[in-house]
């Protein structure tokens, strides 16, 4: 069974530009997370999406940054127009029910560098 | 506000010795706790997780977390490490409700000498 995979694997970009990120689940796992690390800092919660209705939105910087999920299968993450401060790796996990019990399975992340 | 803190940001330890993490939460209820590692390129991996029953906890790769409630703590041990477990640690406490998504600390980085 294929793992959580996201694409690219590593963006560099200008400020002001734009950047989408991809996340594709492992099949068949209705909730999908997004997360982002900062360099020094812990790695913390963006979103959460259960098919493809945006569950808990609450850790989104700010309008910058739109996420969407495509008829509950991959997600993308748009960054417009990026920021220094938007630099970091930004992960994606999904799981098969939600709660916080629920194991989530990560994938290896997008290293992004806004220059 | 649920928080969870690793003192240790570098540990380095020799093959084969033993190796404890240390990881403390701030949480109203009874915390879920994971701990997850992550080898470079590599995403997050599981290593074990404690919902409620024995506070002894074992996990993958011969990893094992104890759950003190009364010390907030749940770290994570192995007794002897071997050169792959070079790696970066995270513990985590799920947040309550439906939502849940995952509160992290920042991370202990281990190294292991030859």
């Known amino acids: 069974e294929a793992g959580v995979t996201q694409f690219p694997s590593h963006s560099v970009i200008e400020k002001g530009q734009t950047v989408t990120l991809r996340c594709d689940p492992i099949?068949?796992?209705?909730?999908l997370y997004w997360y982002r690390r900062v360099m020094g800092k812990e790695i913390k919660f963006l979103l959460h999406?259960?098919?493809?209705?945006?569950?808990?939105e609450s850790g989104m910087p700010n309008n910058r940054f739109l996420a969407e999920r495509t008829g509950g299968t991959y997600s993308t993450l748009k960054v417009q127009p990026a920021e220094l401060e938007d630099s970091g790796v930004y992960f994606c996990a999904s799981s098969p029910v939600g709660g916080a019990q629920e194991t989530q399975y990560f994938g290896p992340g997008t290293r992004l560098l806004v220059l | 506000a649920q928080s969870v803190t690793q003192p240790d940001i570098h540990i380095t330890v020799s093959e084969g010795a033993s190796l404890e993490l240390r990881c403390n939460y701030s949480y109203g209820a009874t915390p879920y706790l994971f701990w997850y590692v992550q080898s470079p390129g590599q995403g997050l991996q599981l290593l074990l997780k404690y919902f409620s029953g024995d506070t002894l906890v074992q996990g993958i790769k011969g990893f094992e977390a104890e759950f003190k409630r009364s010390q907030s703590s749940f770290n994570l041990r192995k007794p002897s490490v071997h050169w792959s477990d070079a790696a970066e640690y995270f513990c985590?406490?799920?947040?309550?409700?439906?939502?849940?998504?995952?509160?992290f600390g920042k991370g202990t980085k281990l190294s292991v000498k030859p």
């Open positions: 099949s068949g796992h209705d909730n």
């Open positions: 985590a406490v799920g947040r309550g409700g439906s939502q849940g998504n995952l509160i």
């Open positions: 999406f259960v098919k493809e209705s945006k569950q808990d």
